[in-house]
């Protein structure tokens, strides 16, 4: 069974940074797309970003796009999200997902999910 465990979120100011880490416990990790959800209160969890199994494709939210990058190092089992010029609607939980590919997780949704990781963007 694969376990994905989030850290990094935190309450920052409007225009902050955060960076988000998921370690992956599988000993199969560059096999698996990764891709970021969020949830906001009363709000449908929503994809963020995705990245390929090799770190070589991406893909982003048009909400995002320009401010969220998403990166992996396949030595370490770790996937990052870095989120500049943050704004208060990108406040969520924030969830790390694994899945086949980009368009799998894009379209099917995730095979496995993070527990989350809070993220309060104050105005």
């Known amino acids: 069974q694969v376990q994905l465990i989030e850290s990094g979120g935190g309450l920052v100011q409007a225009g902050d940074s955060l960076r988000l880490s998921c370690v992956f416990s599988g000993r199969t990790f560059w096999n698996y797309a990764m891709g970021w959800f969020r949830q906001a209160p009363g709000k449908e969890r929503e994809f963020v970003a995705a990245?390929?199994?090799?770190?070589?494709?991406?893909n982003y939210a048009d909400s995002v796009k320009g401010r969220f990058t998403t990166s992996r190092d396949n030595a370490k089992n770790t996937v990052y999200l870095q989120m500049n010029s943050l704004k208060f609607d990108d406040t969520a939980v924030y969830y790390c997902?694994?899945?086949?590919?980009?368009?799998?997780?894009?379209?099917?949704?995730?095979?496995?999910w993070g527990q989350g990781t809070q993220v309060t963007v104050s105005s």
């Open positions: 997902a694994a899945g086949a590919t980009i368009g799998t997780i894009t379209t099917r949704g995730p095979t496995y």
């Open positions: 990245i390929s199994g090799s770190g070589g494709i991406t």
